[in-house]
């Protein structure tokens, strides 16, 4: 079975430009979390969709960012326009959420440099 | 506050020794989930337990087994006979069952086996 699908890996951009990560989730999970990881900061929660809806996107760091999740087995994280201190790696999770919560299932993550 | 607590920053052992990873939670739900998560080199996210918060069994896997003690509000991680490969960063999260899918993450473990 194929995992969460992350793309790309990498992205090397300059500062200003636009950048878009995707993510695949692991089909018939119904809720999806996009992660920011960094030396300093660890592991951050940015928002996560339950059944392609934003629940929570408290961890959005400002308006520059914004994701979308239009169908069930998609959902973008767009920074425009980016900045060097975005540089981190993006991660994408699913899960399958009935009763309690379920486990994450992480993607490998994409790696953003912005000069 | 910190709702996850792993202390050790960094903890080096000699292949074939035990060595036990801690991890402290807080949370005023009763109802609530414990996991741990390993990242290789490699920088993927490897799912390892999750836990609930009625069940306070340990639990073994091979060499790998996990104590869950609500009275500390611990759920600590022990490898037996460690081996290089277990060189990680091993990430304990908790989400809670009011929240749904919050999960919050500790700031992780880095394990380094030296052969």
């Known amino acids: 079975d194929a995992g969460v699908i992350q793309s790309p890996r990498h992205e090397v951009t300059e500062m200003g430009q636009e950048v878009t990560l995707r993510c695949k989730p692991i089909s018939g999970h119904n809720s999806l979390f996009w992660y920011r990881q960094t030396m300093m900061r660890g592991l951050e929660l940015l928002i996560y969709f339950n059944n392609n809806v934003p629940i929570d996107d408290s961890g959005m760091p400002e308006d520059r960012f914004s994701a979308k999740m239009p169908n069930a087995s998609f959902s973008t994280l767009k920074i425009q326009p980016s900045e060097p201190r975005d540089s981190a790696v993006y991660f994408c999770?699913?899960?399958?959420?009935?009763?309690?919560?379920?486990?994450?299932?992480f993607g490998e993550g994409s790696r953003l440099t912005v000069l | 506050a910190q709702k996850v607590t792993q202390a050790q920053t960094e903890i080096s052992v000699v292949e074939k020794e035990d060595v036990t990873l801690d991890c402290v939670y807080e949370?005023?739900?009763?109802?609530?989930?414990l996991f741990w998560y390993k990242q290789p080199p490699s920088g993927e996210l490897v799912f390892l337990i999750r836990r609930n918060s009625f069940d306070e069994q340990n639990e073994i896997s091979g060499r790998y087994s996990w104590n869950f003690q609500k009275s500390t509000s611990s759920f600590n991680f022990t490898i037996t006979a460690s081996q290089v490969v277990d060189s990680a960063v091993y990430f304990c999260a908790l989400s809670e069952g009011g929240t749904g899918n919050q999960f919050y993450f500790g700031t992780g473990t880095s394990l380094t086996v030296i052969p």
């Open positions: 999770a699913s899960s399958f959420l009935v009763v309690g919560t379920g486990e994450l299932f």
């Open positions: 949370t005023r739900d009763t109802t609530y989930y």
